[in-house]
């Protein structure tokens, strides 16, 4: 069997196959079969690759016909998803179900970011390691952006105050921010409408702004609801005064399915300081904040409002890492070593889950 | 102005229980189950009654009532001291061999 | 036959070395010395007692005869007991001091004279009640000890036998006890002597069987308090220092040791000695030794303890470590160990508390070195040859269940092998399940000290244990 | 009066009170419970002594009026003394009861009879030794604790008096007090009693003389402690048990406290005992009086203790904390100390560490909350309303030179007032300068204590003894 | 078999000496001088021997040598016990202010 | 006494009196003069200016011709100095002693740069307060660079490991950067000449590097001495090793009044890994790496080498606050209240050594 991947689209910096995975491949007995120049934009150089296994052929289409199983960040180009084998397999990282049906050639097509978050499927979850990484990272672009210092400092030329972080939603994403922006010396708070969140942020040395008299509005897979009206205008008039006091706010809140909820309004930004951050990574969901834009930074009364659609082009190599050993464990767990091929088992809540075209 | 051996034996005794009392106030929780098994043994200080029960009486009647019970007493003192001590070194022989090791 | 101040003198030296033996036993270092202690002081006992009876007749013969055939027995049990039989073994060795106690005070009953305390029917007033409480509380002892090696060895149920009633029953045999010591010396019938005796037996065995299986070690130890007690009584009838000295010694060391092990396992002692007292109570003791009964569960110094005579730990936290922000009290701990010589690693668990790298996050900020802290596939073979696992707020993490059982909604989760280590220490605050809501076998086992404890309060004890 | 075997009872029960006023004392909670039992005791003692003597003659009245005397006496002192006095006040109410002691012994010795001991000349052996022990015990407490106070007034000079053969004199001496009870037992001539008596005077003189200033609180203990002998001795002479319980009791709880001060100074203990003994030794204390004379060092404990009892306390981080890396030590120790409801802020100097922000940076490592952080100008008028300051590793940041000497180098700089708290506590390993390499006098100053060791160590120490 | 009241009184002796040692070992050490000072004043309990020297000797004469000096012994020793007792108390009493205070 | 300030030109962005010491001149009894539209560009609004004393003037050779006494961050432009008052004084972050000649009118300047290194000048030392923040943006900008994560992450989707950071220069740059590092999770190294400087690496919880058998490179003042060929191939052996480990390598290493020294050359970067950052802040003396060059960022062989002249300007309201006291302090320090006026005392270390031109 063979496992194939081709060249992504800029700006998409990231790819499906590491030279590591690769490696597992290999272990599993599987072939791996890329198109020529893969990986080289983050230095994976085609030696390391090769040299752990992997065939090279000069053309996408040629990967694409080649293979049993093609392994993307994002969907293939039109003319790929045209060539591909009868019976054959495509796992992509993030689709939408309605964009499924554009070949009507008879593959699966498995799309990571509808895993179920159970515990098993962690090691293939890329929401939750993509997440991660643009936690962190958006701390890092907030203060390459702030034109100020973000620890406290003490000196004979006066003193510096900590910046005060502010970060909005409190999942995977939001967690690492805090903790990323605690390990700066930043005072960080954080919010979010799950209870549990509470523990959580302040188990990162955080502090935690509730929401007066609110329940818990967390689902059973662990997301969070939409919110009331009632519960919008508490939250708002909490925002207020969180927002006025700090600095550089994340937005990190999400509703799976829905819009992003906004939290941030025209107002709130009006009464930040000058110099503040509000960094939107929600933005590509519809934003967490008014005026946020999708890949567009905007300055509002001294305040920096980003938008970007794709942080992870800011850190390729490590989120690249993470993706393909996400990739690699989906694909591990779909091949079965006895039957020697890929068994599309729909008793496997993740197999089951995570398929949306059926060959 | 004779005071009665019996005020003396008692204050031995009260002074006893403080001493009892203070003396294992500090013990290391580890050492409860060696400690409790010395005490075990200790306790068969009964034996000492046991004894003068087992040798009361006139030379000749050695198997009198109050003999035997002497001599069953004996027995099972003897068991726990023997067998309380020897336990308890073993016991704690074996925290000394897990230092040892180390060494 | 030596004169009655020279065996008080020696019998006082033997009561010291007792206690020196008692005071060896507190502290580790001591504790082998202690142990000769008791022993040297139990052969001058038994020597002074041969030269001041002074009866060297064929009778020394037989006394030896028996002294050895015990010694025998004795000496052949404790050497083939196995090491997890200590809490019965003890329980056992404890009925036969209560039951020799019983045995002398008869034999004092029987023959008066010979102890110079009166004759038949004419005995002492004093010695009469002295021998009575003798023999009650040794029977006590023996029937309670009996009840209590029944159930550790597992032939008797070790949950708590109560019934309606239970408590007014103690209370009738109690006051029916003193009642008959009246009697006895009011008319010196050997009739009421048998009968204390008796309803002492079943006086044992009643307080013994309301008491669950996890208290049993304050109740040997509370027994062990008893047969002091009744070894100072029959010191008094006797007239002799000995008995007296070290019945007292032992029945208050005794009694102070059950405490000190209530408050170590966080446990009433009035719940546990008065077991089936109060309705309340009973029912409290019975949840709770529902709830805990197959766990062993430690303190802070049995965990130093544990670690210190470690060669090798592995720490794994948790996401209760983060919640109690226990890293740096981890670190502190981790520092010490590592003074005595102990090799110490970290172990993370890839989804360890609740966002990716969350430990890493705070093993940093307490600035453990990057090279102790290992990835699960790198040290999981290393727990088989490691001493001590410290588990602090992990709990899913370790979760055997999700190698074994398919149905587990954590089946297939890598999870780190601390039970192939020598012992499992957990810290956590309760028996309740983590993140996914299953419950951790692993608590149940029997290389497992569970910690109650908050992390950090309990790392922190911990370090002052480890000094 | 009273039957003996009544009064013995009684003389136990007041022997029990004084262990449990000793047991109270060593626990805070209980301390004043302690004292309470100890009044309690001696009001037993005095009343059954009266009762047992039974002799209401109009001496009574004489022995009433004296004890109100006296009572007034030491009720007077006690409430005038103040409450530094504290340490002489103890030496010279020993010496009072070393007194009693050997007054107690004459009036026996003189009037044997009375006490049936026999008659003059013809005094029972046992009782002879017994009774000159207790006199020679009593005088050498009563002479050794006028040196002693005289030492810790500063009437005498703290420094300690050492001559060459000083040991063999004391040999000698010692020598000479056995040789004269067997004397006097031999002979029973009034006149050796009264050298025995006179000789023990020299001998406590020549016993403190050589033990320094600094080591007086152990030799008060260990002066204690004889004079517990003493009445034991006395006790044995007049049969009185009251006396030989708490004489015992008295005079091993004296050593054994003596015995921990010194491991709590980290002083060996035979060394401040034997004072004079041994020609290095003696050299030894003399150098370490002249290094450390001028400042007052302390330990863990002191510091530990000083900032319980503190209701503020301000911590001033220098480069030394970071260098010894004692940054989660110090958030530990500073937790302690909010459990305790004390208030703590850090003051940080601008220039503190060796980078701006420096101190900064490894707080906020040790997540200590920034607003209990502040600035020098902030913080700088709230020492003079602070009990204690607690500066770690900081020199330099706190010298006053910077406000007075124009020539100094660091003139000018702003520095914190720290020498204005009730006391300052300079945790650093020496008395060696800071960065810019000058001097500070604070360390010198009254209201300084000096801990002398790596800032880490001590502040874990510290946290220790915070429990 | 009758024993001599002096060997119960060294056992009694003996084992006050175990209590005295046990019973301060764990003292904590900001109350070494409250500690010091109370035991200073328990020791004048040797004024029960003063008393009986003062009292002592044929009621008519009070003024024997040995009366007197068992006077000034009680004298000492009373100062001692008053002052003893006070001062430990107003110790005492300062460490509970501060505790108070800060209440 | 009229204390004025003019306009930086870009792309200075910092500014030399804030609204903050503009109350404390005003606290000293000063008038404050500045040239309208001062600090805007940093979100400093002219009412603040105003509320706290400061008098606004349009024109800026209007501020030079009516102050006693002008401070600047850069040398003002030839205009303003041919405009100067007689006998009045000019305080300026850092000119060099041969430029001071520019104009002939008799005025004093006094450079901030040259100030002694004593404990009185801590509070006016621009060296210090400059090089610290230096230290700390250089960090959070080679980060910014850096396609990966820092700190380490042990995840379900596989071990993210901590960069390795190297710090050339442990002076008051290199220490904040080592802090920074730190803070963020790296593994941090740092090497120097002077000895002192273990101890005060190793106080930030740093690794500190060694040249073997080399002696104390320190001058009575406490900078660094130029070091001995032997010490150099020592060094660059150390170095060789050291630097194809570290994933980022930030150079801060100075010699006063020398050029900066070459300590990375062409062979170590040839074996640099790719994507990895190299961070000269010695750039513009020279540099501490071979290609450097100012205000450039160049890529060799997938290593980025970033050189910045003047990198305050991305945090300049921070160094702005600084820069303003330290200048506030010097001033105190040469303005005589009684006499009310500025006296150039020249037996005062501080202002005999600042003083480059008498008039
Ligand atoms: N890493 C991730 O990205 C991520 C994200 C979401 C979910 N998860 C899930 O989280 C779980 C992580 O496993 P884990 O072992 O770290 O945590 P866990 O299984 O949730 O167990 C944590 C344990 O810590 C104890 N605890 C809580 N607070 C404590 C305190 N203050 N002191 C002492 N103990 C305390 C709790 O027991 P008591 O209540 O008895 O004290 C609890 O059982 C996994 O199930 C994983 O799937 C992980
Ligand atoms: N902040 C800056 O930017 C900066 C930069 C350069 C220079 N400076 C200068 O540095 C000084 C800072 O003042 P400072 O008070 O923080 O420091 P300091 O005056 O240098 O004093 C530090 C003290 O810490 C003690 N120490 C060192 N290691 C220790 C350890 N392991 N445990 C306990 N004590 C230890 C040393 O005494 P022992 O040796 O006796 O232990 C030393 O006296 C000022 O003079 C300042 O001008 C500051
Ligand atoms: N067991 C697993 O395998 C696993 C793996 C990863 C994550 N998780 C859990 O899944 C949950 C969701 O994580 P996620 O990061 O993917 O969530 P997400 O990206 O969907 O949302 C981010 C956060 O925004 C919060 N949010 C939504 N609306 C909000 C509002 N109006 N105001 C404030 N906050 C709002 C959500 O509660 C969530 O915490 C978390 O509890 C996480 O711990 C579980
Ligand atoms: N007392 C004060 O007021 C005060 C204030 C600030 C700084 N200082 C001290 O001044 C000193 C210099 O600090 P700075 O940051 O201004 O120095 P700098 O900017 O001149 O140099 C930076 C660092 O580079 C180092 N260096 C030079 N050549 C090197 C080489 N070949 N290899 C490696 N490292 C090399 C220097 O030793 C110095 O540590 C430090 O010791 C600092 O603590 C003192």
């Known amino acids: 069997m063979i496992v194939g991947s081709t060249k992504e689209i800029a700006p998409e910096k990231r790819v499906s196959i590491t030279p590591d995975t690769t490696k597992s491949f290999k272990d599993l007995g599987l072939r791996v079969l890329l198109q020529k120049g893969y990986g080289e934009e983050l230095g994976f150089k085609s030696s390391e690759y090769e040299s752990n296994g992997a065939e090279f052929v000069n053309n996408n289409i040629d990967v694409v016909q080649k293979s049993n199983l093609i392994c993307k960040v994002n969907l293939p180009v039109k003319e790929e998803l045209e060539a591909f084998k009868e019976k054959s397999n495509l796992i992509v990282g993030n689709i939408k179900k309605e964009t499924a049906n554009l070949s009507n050639k008879n593959y699966n097509i498995f799309s990571l970011n509808l895993l179920p978050r159970i515990t098993r499927a962690q090691s293939m979850d890329i929401l939750s390691s993509q997440a991660n990484l643009a936690g962190y990272r958006a701390v890092i672009d907030s203060i390459y952006e702030y034109q100020k210092a973000v620890p406290m400092m003490m000196t004979a030329a006066g003193t510096v105050p900590a910046a005060k972080v502010l970060i909005i939603g409190a999942g995977v994403a939001g967690l690492q921010a805090i903790a990323t922006a605690k390990r700066l010396g930043a005072i960080v708070s954080a919010t979010d409408v799950r209870s549990a969140a509470k523990e959580q942020v302040e188990s990162l040395g955080g502090k935690f702004l509730s929401v007066e008299g609110s329940e818990n509005l967390e689902t059973k897979t662990g997301y969070a609801k939409e919110v009331t009206e009632e519960y919008k205008k508490k939250q708002a008039k909490m925002m207020e005064a969180a927002v006025e006091k700090n600095d550089i706010i994340i937005c990190t809140a999400l509703i799976p399915g829905k819009p992003a909820p906004r939290i941030i309004n025209e107002n709130m930004i009006a009464k930040m300081k000058p110099g503040s951050i509000l960094f939107d990574l929600a933005a590509s969901h519809g934003g967490n904040a008014a005026y946020s834009e999708v890949d567009k930074t905007i300055e509002k009364d001294g305040v920096k409002i980003i938008g970007v659609d794709n942080i992870m082009n800011k850190l390729p190599l490590t989120a690249s890492n993470l993706f393909a050993k996400n990739i690699f464990s989906f694909v591990r767990n779909l091949y079965s070593r006895e039957k020697k091929e890929f068994s599309v088992n729909l008793e496997d809540e993740i197999i089951k889950n995570t398929l949306i075209k059926n060959k | ?103 | 036959m030596i004169s009655a101040n020279i065996s008080a003198i020696f019998y006082l030296i033997s009561g010291i070395l007792f206690i020196l033996a008692l005071r060896g036993l507190s502290s580790p270092e001591s504790s082998r010395q202690g142990n000769l202690f008791g022993i040297m002081g139990m052969v001058i006992a038994i020597l002074v007692t041969f030269l001041s009876v002074g009866n060297f007749s064929e009778a020394v013969i037989y006394v030896l005869a028996f002294l050895i055939l015990g010694g025998a027995v004795g000496s052949y049990i404790a050497f083939k007991i196995p090491m997890t039989a200590m809490p019965e073994l003890v329980a056992g060795f404890h009925s036969l001091v209560g039951l020799a106690a019983v045995f002398v005070a008869i034999s004092a009953f029987q023959s008066p004279s010979v102890f110079g305390l009166g004759t038949p029917g004419q005995i002492k007033l004093a010695s009469l009640i002295e021998m009575s409480i003798g023999a009650s509380v040794g029977a006590i002892t023996f029937s309670g000890s009996i009840i209590a090696f029944l159930k550790l060895r597992g032939i008797m149920s070790g949950s708590p036998v109560v019934f309606k009633g239970q408590h007014y029953l103690n209370l009738l045999i109690g006051i029916s006890i003193f009642v008959l010591v009246f009697f006895l010396c009011k008319t010196q019938l050997s009739y009421y002597f048998w009968i204390i005796i008796l309803i002492s037996f079943i006086v044992g065995v009643l307080l013994i069987i309301p008491i669950g299986g996890a208290d049993m070690p304050v109740v040997i130890s509370m027994l062990n308090s008893y047969s002091g007690w009744a070894a100072a009584g029959i010191g008094f009838t006797l007239e002799n220092t000995a008995l007296i000295i070290t019945g007292a010694l032992v029945g208050s060391s005794g009694a102070i040791l059950s405490y000190i092990m209530c408050k170590g396992m966080n446990r009433s002692f009035l719940n546990v000695i008065l077991g089936g007292f109060g309705g309340e109570s009973a029912q409290d003791s019975k949840e709770k030794n529902k709830e805990q009964k197959p766990v062993k569960s430690g303190n802070a110094e049995d965990a130093a303890f544990l670690m210190k005579n470690a060669s090798s730990v592995i720490i794994v936290p948790g996401y209760g470590m983060a919640v109690a922000q226990a890293q740096h009290a981890l670190r502190e701990m981790v520092d010490k160990l590592k003074k005595n010589d102990i090799k110490v690693t970290y172990a993370i668990h890839p989804v360890a508390g609740r966002m990716p790298g969350h430990m890493n996050v705070l093993l940093a900020e307490a600035n453990v070195p990057y090279d102790e802290v290992f990835e699960l596939e790198d040290i999981n073979n290393d727990f088989a040859n490691t001493d001590v696992a410290f588990v602090i707020g992990a709990n899913d993490v370790t979760n055997p269940v999700a190698k074994s059982d398919p149905k587990s909604p954590i089946f297939g989760m890598p999870v780190l092998d601390v039970e192939k280590c020598k012992s499992v220490l957990f810290v956590k605050r309760s028996l309740s399940p983590g993140y996914a809501g299953v419950d951790n076998e692993l608590f149940y086992r029997e290389n497992t000290l569970m910690l109650f404890a908050d992390a950090k309060k309990m790392t922190e004890d911990i370090v002052k244990n480890l000094e």
Do not use: C
């Open chain 2, 1 to 103: 102005m004779e005071i009665d051996p019996f005020i003396f034996r008692f204050s031995i005794f009260i002074l006893s229980i403080f001493v009892g009392y203070y003396v294992v106030w500090s013990v290391t929780p580890s050492l409860h189950t060696p400690l409790m098994s010395v005490t075990n043994a200790i306790s068969s200080v009964i034996i000492v009654g046991a004894i003068i029960a087992a040798l009361a009486g006139s030379p000749g009647k050695i198997f009198e009532m109050s003999n035997i019970f002497g001599f069953l007493a004996i027995v099972l003192a003897a068991i726990n001291i023997f067998g309380g001590f020897l336990v308890t070194q073993r016991m704690l022989q074996m925290y000394k061999k897990k230092k040892d090791k180390k060494k």
